[in-house]
């Protein structure tokens, strides 16, 4: 089973709003990442959890909160977003997070920032 | 930045075989090449990856030149299901994954 599961599916929003995105996986990875895909454009890394702990924040706005509670699940606190922030926000787990592991991507929560 | 160019688009006939090409001509060799390709709107979906030898397993198959300076992914029979984009990725131990624009790839009945 190589299945990341994400919720919400959509989520609209206001500026003011503050909301959740979780992903979960149960395939024993103990790497997660979040990544955000605008467009017609590629995914680009936010973040990347590896045994739990934050090892890579790509310069992402505090307004963007991730959180790792356990191995299985991965949250991103959202928080005052603007609307250029409306995108698809995908989560990912691999192995081990060191780079060569293959990574496996849930279906992404559609974002609308009002 | 992304390590590969991939051509923006390309067409296939329904039921031919599909031959995407990616040039990562400055590959190191310990950097694995990876494909992936995500349907509209959906999460990208792993297909294939490989170091030096060729690869196959039952969604394609992924041939890289002797000299890794270019792949080519195989989708054998391709179907209308297959249309989508198709993101080559070149990665070493340590880092992690950087998508180019990939190939939007479109099969025609």
């Known amino acids: 089973d190589t299945e990341v599961t994400q919720t919400p599916k959509h989520l609209v929003m206001g500026m003011t709003n503050k909301k959740s995105l979780k992903c979960e996986q149960h395939m024993g990875h103990r790497a997660m990442y979040w990544y955000k895909q605008k467009a017609k454009k590629p995914p680009e890394l936010m973040f990347v959890y590896s045994y739990e702990k934050l090892s890579i924040n790509e310069s992402v706005p505090s307004r963007f909160s991730p959180e790792c509670p356990n191995s299985s699940l991965l949250n991103l606190h959202l928080h005052a977003l603007q609307p250029e922030d409306s995108a698809l926000y995908l989560c990912?787990?691999?192995?081990?997070?060191?780079?060569?592991?293959?990574?496996?991507f849930g279906p992404g929560t559609r974002l609308t920032v009002l | 930045d992304a390590k590969t160019t991939q051509p923006t688009s390309m067409d296939c006939a329904e039921g031919r075989a599909a031959n995407l090409p990616c040039n990562h001509s400055?590959?190191?060799?310990?950097?694995?090449v990876y494909w992936y390709r995500q349907i509209h709107s959906q999460g990208p979906q792993y297909i294939i990856h490989g170091l030096k030898n060729n690869e196959t397993n039952e969604m394609a198959s992924l041939i890289i030149t002797e000299d890794r300076k270019s792949s080519t992914l195989i989708l054998p029979h391709a179907t209308l299901r297959d249309t989508a984009v198709y993101y080559c990725i070149v990665v070493d131990y340590g880092q992690n994954f950087v998508f180019g624009p990939g190939t939007r790839l479109s099969v025609l009945p």
């Open positions: 400055t590959i190191s060799g310990n950097e694995y």
């Open positions: 990912a787990s691999s192995g081990n997070g060191r780079g060569t592991d293959t990574q496996y």
